[in-house]
């Protein structure tokens, strides 16, 4: 299994483009999240899926959209980036939704916005 | 979601020496996982403690959850270089979502 997979690595975007973050992960999760780390400080959660087809906000959702077609993808989206989205994100999946399970953690996107 | 607070926020140790980081919580907590972060890397998965009191160990890690369920600590005997990292404590709020401390960077002087 290759685990929970996020693409790209690395990013920098001009202020008011858009992108999608991919993650993707094999292990048959139901639960998927997507977190953002900003330097010296703990993670917050972003939005979060308990299945294909339902999604839900977190702590910090302005600027973000997601969606989850499949069990497997749970793509992130900027709408609009601001230099106040930089920072690095993680996904990160769950075997099921509602009950409380460790999360697998993808190795991260560092997104910087000038 | 349920706030808690890590400290220290950061901690200083020479190599064998012991370390401690605490949780805090106002509000009683179902639920906590600790996690590790080495420097560069993503979260990965320690422990979680469920019930009032309990006690948990991994080889030199010692991980408790206090009797009232507000707080936790996590404490390394004789860490080593290999120890150095941030450690984040995250309650679990109404199934999968967790809450994350700001962490304790651990640095180790050999």
């Known amino acids: 299994n290759a685990g929970v997979t996020q693409t790209p690595k690395f990013q920098v975007l001009k202020t008011g483009q858009s992108m999608t973050l991919q993650c993707a992960q094999d292990m048959n999760h139901e639960y998927m999240s997507w977190y953002r780390q900003d330097p010296g400080m703990g993670l917050r959660l972003i939005h979060y899926?308990?299945?294909?087809?339902?999604?839900d906000q977190g702590e910090v959702p302005n600027g973000y959209n997601v969606s989850r077609s499949t069990t497997e993808d749970f793509p992130l989206r900027l709408l609009s980036a601001a230099p106040s989205q930089t920072s690095v994100y993680f996904c990160a999946s769950s075997p099921l939704a509602g009950r409380s399970y460790e999360q697998y953690f993808g190795p991260g996107t560092r997104l910087t916005v000038t | 979601g349920q706030q808690v607070m890590q400290i220290p926020q950061y901690q200083h140790v020479q190599e064998g020496e012991d370390f401690t980081t605490y949780c805090n919580s106002s509000t009683t907590l179902s639920n906590i996982q600790w996690y590790k972060q080495r420097p560069g890397g993503h979260p990965v998965f320690l422990i979680q403690l469920v019930k009032s009191g309990e006690v948990k160990k991994q080889k030199r890690l010692t991980f408790q959850f206090g009797e009232a369920k507000k707080n936790s600590s996590l404490h390394i005997t004789a860490t080593q270089t290999t120890d150095v990292g941030t450690y984040f404590c995250a309650p679990n709020n109404a199934g999968n979502m967790l809450t994350f401390g700001g962490g304790t960077r651990l640095m180790v002087k050999p």
């Open positions: 899926s308990v299945g294909a087809g339902i999604t």
